[in-house]
């Protein structure tokens, strides 16, 4: 089932019956805007919006959301052509049926993309987040978080260029088959037992010895999760600089612990700011310093 809404502003869903969900988003129809001057606007009340499963009302919310039958992910702020980032997909996941196509702000904000994937059988709320991750660990890209919010809407095909130049960008790979959801969750499920296993037979009580670097970097390798990571990520590039690395190597090195090890990874944005709220206390402190 596919529920629609005008605009992300209402909660209220239209109802359209369904055989295949997938290809029902595949063959949709491309909406065409003349003007990108005010693009926050026509996301907000033109642009079409959907959600693929099944709702037991046609109110969007995460409680009426039972199930959904496609993973819907967001790549945004993606330091990639878009040439490269077809031959990425089509590298990663070409085993999986998928069909990507261009978001409404590509090409206006580097390159964007919504990836959706079928999957053999619906998937709940509580499996939700084992099936995205289990996706883009095979993609490896920094992806917006936003696509692991349950009821979340994604738009459908939009454009300001002609639909003959949008439908050339869309990606359609037939795959090998749908994304198997229960091998998805047994795969997790062992990944997961694999490094608890490494855990405790790599683990040896050597606290009395431990230097302040072997501490750091085994914080860095447990990473964090979401509700805590602009906190962790400030106290790490902090303590980057306190063990005598310049600005520009700390600043690459937190660029790769927050796409290896923060998840999901923080925006660019956000990096940056929290480089730079570091960087104006420091150099207070330095100032204050020479004063005094």
């Known amino acids: 089932m596919i529920y629609l809404s005008k605009g992300f502003n209402t909660n209220r869903l239209k109802v359209i019956e369904s055989e295949n969900d997938f290809m029902t988003i595949v063959n949709s129809k491309v909406t065409l805007f003349d003007s ?86 619906p998937y709940t709320q509580n499996e939700s987040s084992t099936v995205i991750r289990f996706i883009t660990n095979h993609i490896d890209l920094p992806y917006d978080a936003a696509s692991e919010t349950w009821s979340q809407l994604m738009s459908l095909k939009c454009t300001f260029e002609s639909e003959e130049a949008f439908n050339d960008k869309c990606i359609y790979n037939e795959g090998r088959s749908v994304l198997k959801i229960d091998n998805a969750l047994i795969k997790m499920e062992e990944q997961k037992g694999v490094k608890e296993k490494n855990n405790i037979s ?60 923060v998840r999901p990874p923080l925006s660019d944005n956000n990096i940056n700011r929290i480089v730079l709220s570091i960087a104006n206390k420091e150099k207070r402190k330095l100032e204050k310093a020479r004063e005094g």
């Open 36 to 121: 990108n001057d005010d693009i926050d606007k026509i996301k907000r009340n033109q642009a079409y919006y959907f959600i693929a499963g099944e709702l037991s009302e046609p109110i969007r919310n995460n409680n009426t959301l039972l199930s959904r039958s496609l993973v819907t992910l967001d790549y945004d702020d993606l330091k990639l052509t878009e040439e490269e980032f077809r031959s990425h997909l089509l590298k990663k996941i070409n085993a999986l049926k998928f069909y990507a196509y261009p978001s409404i702000s590509n090409g206006l904000k580097g390159t964007r993309f919504r990836v959706i994937i079928p999957t053999d059988r």
């Open 202 to 261: 790599l683990k040896a009580d050597y606290n009395n010895l431990k230097k302040y670097t072997a501490s750091f970097m085994e914080e860095l390798l447990a990473g964090v999760d979401e509700g805590n990571r602009d906190n962790w990520v400030t106290k790490q590039f902090g303590r980057m600089l306190s063990l005598g690395f310049d600005y520009t190597t700390a600043y690459e090195w937190i660029e790769l612990v927050n796409r290896e090890f």
